[in-house]
């Protein structure tokens, strides 16, 4: 048994910067539950889907992000794959440099309007969507969208330094900044502030966490900011065709992965969204970790294609994704066998609280399809394309069919879930395998 466990420790590859990661995300599974505990203890029924729907209209900063941090890392890792840290700066031809130190700049300045952007959106949300119903969670929600502004920040200098293959310090920044967080919101709702727990505990734990990250990188933030440009760069152009892609792209995946509790909320009622709300949580948690192998790996698939090293791409890729998987399907089995055995349990009084396994289940199979989609669309995101953009717009479309012919007509989450799983499974996967395909081989032959 032992040496099996060791075997397959082995096959998964842990390297410093899964295993941080994994740690990270791990302890997600520990913070998640411990989070729901507190909500289901110091919550009503009705303020937990409150709860929830804010997690999920908060999402909306993707809206306004529309995949800018994303792009940040690529173009930073591509530019950085012919510098070269010495000590604690940067160094290489000048030229490169200049250029290098240039693009952070561009990506600050514009970020900047993009989180300002981005609370005017929050703000815009909260006013329709509670504002006729109760002024009180609309000042909450107002003062939660100025700190989804500060967030966008934060994750902006996360990407900037993640580019550098920096992808351990990021976790371990990550892993601070997710402690901070469940450490001030399990204590506010212990202190009694109810939804205004939300706000505090992620205020102070970004706050927190962003001062940690320019404490760790101190000497290449110093170099940054005293750096003196020499020449122009017109980095708007070289972005705008991949921005406009991603932000279609990013505006779908927001639809796809954050529309549900809302949805639910609107048309099923407050326990249901809950519950809901409370798996999809608990997933996110379990989903972070087996995106672990594929996502601390994007810096190295940018400069692996900045070099020209598409053979070490495929192999890289393929055995990330076959990891990432394994790892997802075995969180997920467990998870079922611990709802399974929930109400024979000491928990089970709060079994109310979650919706039926069938769902459970369903949701499941859903969210396995996303992982595998999203493989594929990091590896042509390496070469800085977005192919499967299309994909991702009709998956979003065929979701919102969903909502309005099944949700909206009463016939229940079961039926809804399922609806989801046929069209990813029998439309959307194939379809995304074959623009794959197609794209991978044109996109290789270029670099050759």
């Not at 792009?71 to 794959?81: G, L, P």
């Not at 939300?198 to 404490?215: D, W």
Request: charge should be positive; proline fraction near 2%.
């Amino acid at each position: 048994m032992k040496n099996r466990l060791i075997s397959i420790i082995q096959k998964l590859d842990i390297d410093s910067s899964i295993f941080w990661s994994v740690v990270n995300r791990g302890l997600g599974v520990i913070r998640a539950p411990l989070t729901i505990f507190f909500i289901v203890k110091y919550l009503s029924t009705e303020e937990q889907g409150t709860w929830y729907t804010f997690t999920s209209l908060g999402a909306l900063t993707m809206l306004a992000d529309l995949g800018f941090a994303t792009i940040t890392t690529q173009f930073v890792s591509h530019e950085y794959a012919h510098l070269r840290f010495e000590g604690d700066l940067i160094a290489g031809d000048d030229d490169r440099l200049d250029r290098f130190i240039a693009f952070i700049y561009f990506s600050v300045k514009f970020y900047i309007k993009v989180s300002l952007a981005a609370i005017a959106i929050l703000i815009g949300a909260g006013v329709l969507y509670f504002g006729p119903v109760d002024t009180h969670l609309l000042f909450i929600w107002i003062a939660y969208s100025f700190i989804g502004g500060l967030g966008m920040l934060t994750a902006m200098f996360q990407a900037i330094y993640q580019g550098l293959n920096k992808v351990k310090e990021i976790h371990i920044n990550i892993l601070f900044n997710s402690f901070l967080v469940t450490f001030f919101t399990c204590l506010t709702l212990f202190l009694g502030f109810k939804i205004w727990a939300l706000v505090i505990g992620i205020f102070l734990g970004t706050l927190l966490a962003t001062i940690g990250l320019f404490r760790m990188g101190k000497a290449f933030w110093t170099q940054v900011y005293s750096y003196r440009i020499k020449d122009k760069y017109n980095f708007l152009d070289e972005t705008l065709s991949l921005q406009v892609r991603y932000a279609v792209s990013f505006i779908a995946t927001y639809l796809i992965a954050f529309l549900y509790v809302p949805a639910i909320y609107k048309f099923v009622g407050a326990k249901e969204a809950g519950q809901v709300g409370l798996i999809i949580s608990v997933m996110i948690a379990l989903s972070s970790v087996a995106y672990s192998w594929t996502q601390t790996k994007i810096p190295t698939f940018n400069i692996l294609v900045s070099q020209n090293k598409t053979n070490e791409l495929d192999l890289l890729v393929k055995k990330a994704t076959i990891q990432s998987a394994f790892v997802f399907i075995t969180l997920s089995i467990l998870l079922v066998i611990i709802v399974s055995v929930m109400p024979a349990t000491f928990l089970a009084k709060y079994a109310t609280r979650i919706p039926d396994i069938e769902i459970i289940i369903l949701y499941i199979f859903s969210q396995f399809s996303l992982l595998l989609l999203n493989s594929l669309t990091i590896y042509l995101r390496a070469f800085k394309k977005e192919p499967l953009m299309n994909i991702q717009v009709l998956s979003s479309i065929l979701l919102l069919i969903s909502i309005g012919f099944i949700l909206k007509r009463g016939l229940g989450l079961y039926t809804f879930l399922l609806s989801v799983n046929l069209y990813s499974w029998a439309i959307v996967m194939p379809l995304a395998y074959f623009v794959f395909q197609k794209n991978r081989k044109l996109l290789t032959k270029k670099l050759i």
